[in-house]
C-alpha cells in the first residue's frame, strides 16, 4: 500500500468521528447520550492517530519537503501551553482521579480532551488547503442535518427518539445547549461554505445553515441566541468594513442598524406582554433578567469561581473540580430557586471554571486561544486578500461560540467543532499545499500497518472496551435493582462491573450505595439476612467513593443515610460514624443548608422526633424564603403522626410567597390538602404537579377529584388564595412546637 491510499483511508477513517453526535444506546449504556459518543469518539482518534503517525514516519522516508512545514505554529503552541497547564492542574489538584476522568455523565476528564488535542494536529496534517478541508466540513454538516432533524420530529413529537416529552429539544445530544452550541456552527460555517463555494456544496451548507437556525429555536437556548446576535453584528461590520466604499451598501446596512436598534428597543420596553414573548428568539433575549432564574444562579456560580481562584490562584482546583469550589464557597440564596440548583460541576462559563479549575495560567491560555485564533484568521486574509469572505464568516463563529460558552459549558460534541474549527484555521494560516505537492510516494510495509492497527486495539480495549462493559454492567444493575426488583441479579451485575476495571468504577459505586438505600428497606421486609448482606456491600461502596473523592459532601450525605438505615434496620451503634460524617460536611461545605436538612431526617429517622422538629423550625426561621425547608418540617410533623400541624406550615409558606416547584414537594401539598378535605386546594396542587411532571396519571388523579367534589381546577395562584378554605388569621399565632 502506497502513501497516498494510506492517507485516504486515514482521512476516510477520521471522518467516522463525525458521527459521534448522532450515537445514543439508551438500552444498553448509563448516561446513554454522553458515554456512547465519548467511547466512539476515543476509539476512532486512537485508531487515526496511530494511522497518522505511520503515515508521518513513511513520508518522512520520502523525504517530502512539506512534511514538517510549520509544526510549531502560534495556535499550535498555545494549545500545547494550555494543555500543559491542565495536566499539571490536574496533577496537583484536589481531585486526580476526577481530573483525569470526569465522570459518566459529562466523560470530559483531561484523558477524553487529550484526545481532541490529537485530533487537531491529525487533522491539521491530514487535509492542509481549503479544497481539502471542504469535503470533511460538508459530512459534518451533513451529520448536522440529520441532528437537526431528530430535532424537528421531537419538536412535533416531544416523546420521540428519547426526548421523554421535554418542551425543549435534545435531538441525539441529550441537552438543549448542547444543540443550541452545535447550531451555531452549522449556521455560521455553512453559511461561510454557502458564500465561498460553487455547485451543489453551496446548496448543501446552505441547507445545512438553515436548519442550524431551526436547531437554535428549537434548543431554546439564550446563551446561543446572544450568540447568534453577535455572529451577526460581526458578520455586518465584516461587510460594511469591507464595502465602507460602497455609498448605497453603507447606507443600507445604516437603515438595517436603525431598523434593528427601534425594533429592538420596543421589544425590550414591551418585553412582559404576550405578544413580544411569544416572538421566536427575540422574546427569550429580551426577558433574560441577571435578578431571577437560572441568570440570578450563574452570576452567584461565577462569583463562587471567582472566591475558588483568589483561593488557588496559579493552578487553580485541578480540572473537573469545580464542584468542590462551589461547596466550599456556596451560596445559601441558591436554594431559594429549587434543589436542583445547588449542586453545580461548573461554573456555566467556561472562561470562570477554567479560572477556578486552572488558575490564572489556564485562563490567559484559555483566552489566548481565541485571541491568537482572530489574529491568525487577520494575517490570513491580509496574506490573500480574496479570503474576506473566510476571515469574516470564521471571525463570526468564533466570536458566536465564546458569547455561547460563556453561559453554559463545553460537551463532547462542542469541543469537536471547536477543535475541528482551530485545525482549520491552523492550517490555513501555514502556506497551503496541495496534494499534488508531495512528491516521492513510498510502499507501505503491511507488517506495519498490522502492526498499528493490533497496538491500537489494545489502546481501545484498554481504555474504552472496559468502560463500555462496565457501563452496561451498571445499567443492567440498574434496571434489575430498581425497575424489576431481582436484587440477587442486580447484585451479580454489580460484581460483574468490578471485573472490568473501569476508571468509572467510582461512579458504579456510587450507583450501588444510592440504589440500595433505595431498595433496603422493601429488602429487609423479604429477606433480614439478605438486606445486611447489600447493606455490608454498600457501605463498602460508598466508603471506597469518598476514599477516592474526599472532598464530596454528597457522598458523606448518602453514606450519613446508610449508616441510618443500620441504626434502624439492624440496631447498629453507627452514632459515632453519623457525627464524625456530619462534621466533616460541614467542614467542607459550612454554608450548606442540605446538611442541615440531612441532620433533621436523620433524627427523625431514629425517633429523636422532637429534636427534628426543633431543628427544622430553626432552619426554616433562618432561611424563610426556602420551600426545602417548610416542606421538611412539614414532612416531619406528618412523620410524627401530628396532622394539625402540618398545613399551618404549608399554609405561612404561602403567604410568605414561597415557591414551590419540585414535584415531590408538590405531591405532598397536594396529598396534605385532599387528607384534611380542603379539595379546591389539592386540586390547584395536583394541577400543579401535573405542569411540571407532564404525567398522564397525575391528570387523571386531578380529574377524578375534580369530578367528586364537582369543584373547578384552580388555573393560577390568585384564584387559588381567591377560593381556599382558611386564611393566614386561622393560623397566625399558631404555637408550632407548643
Known sequence: MSTAILRKITRAVFCLAFLTPLLV???????????????????????????????????????????????????S????????????????????????WNTQERMVGLFTVAHYFILFFVSRYLFR??????????????????????????????????NMGAPRVLSTLGNPIYLGGFALFMIFIGGLIFIKEKGWWRWLSLSASVLGLVSLYNSDTRGSYLGLIFGAVCVAIGYIFFLRGNKKVRNLFFILSLVFICLGSFAFVFRQTN???????????????????????????????????????????????????????????????????????NAHNVFFNVLAEAGILGALCYLGIFGVSGWMLYQIWRRYPDQKILFIGSSAFLLAHFIHISFVFEDLTSYLYLFLFLSLVDALWREPVTPQSFSGMKKVSASALILALVF???????????VVMANNQDYNMRGFMLVVGNYDVGLSHYQEAQKWYSPHQDDIDWDFAALTLDVLPNLYAKDQNKARVFYDLAEKAIIDYAAMHPLDVRARLVYIDILRGGIVLFDLDNYKKVEEQFSEAEKLAPNRQQIGYSRITYLGGTGKMLEAIKLAQTMVDKYPQVAEGYYTLAKVYSYARLWPYVLPVIDKALHLQVSFFDPTHLEFIAQAYESEGRFHDALFWWNELYKVTKDPAIAAKRDELSGLTALPISKNIEEFFKYRTTTFDDFKNFDLLK
Open 275 to 345: 405578544c413580544v414573548r411569544s416572538i421566536p428568539l427575540i422574546g427569550s433575549i429580551v426577558n433574560i433578567s441577571p435578578f431571577e432564574g437560572s441568570a440570578k444562579t450563574r452570576l452567584m456560580a461565577w462569583q463562587i469561581a471567582i472566591q475558588g481562584f483568589w483561593d488557588k490562584p496559579l493552578l487553580g482546583w485541578g480540572m473537573n473540580n469545580y464542584r468542590y469550589v462551589f461547596d466550599k464557597f456556596f451560596n445559601t440564596e441558591f436554594l431559594n430557586y429549587s434543589f436542583q440548583e445547588t449542586w453545580f460541576d
Open 25 to 75: 444506546f439508551p438500552a444498553h449504556l448509563v448516561f446513554p447520550f454522553i458515554v456512547s459518543k465519548a467511547l466512539f469518539f476515543r476509539s476512532i482518534i486512537v485508531l487515526v492517530g496511530i494511522l497518522t503517525l505511520v503515515l508521518w514516519l513513511y513520508e518522512r522516508k520520502a523525504k517530502s519537503n512539506q512534511v514538517g512545514v510549520n509544526f510549531f505554529t502560534p495556535l
Open 129 to 162: 488547503s481549503w479544497q481539502e478541508w471542504i469535503k470533511p466540513l460538508m459530512v459534518f454538516l451533513s451529520v448536522g442535518i440529520l441532528v437537526a432533524l431528530v430535532g424537528i420530529v421531537q419538536k412535533v413529537s416531544p416523546q420521540a427518539f428519547f
Open 456 to 466: 491500537s486495539g489494545l489502546i481501545i480495549f484498554a481504555t474504552n472496551v472496559n
Open 77 to 100: 503552541v498555545v494549545l500545547l501551553v494550555y494543555f500543559l497547564v491542565l495536566f499539571l492542574s490536574s496533577i496537583f489538584g484536589v481531585d486526580r482521579h476526577s481530573s483525569f
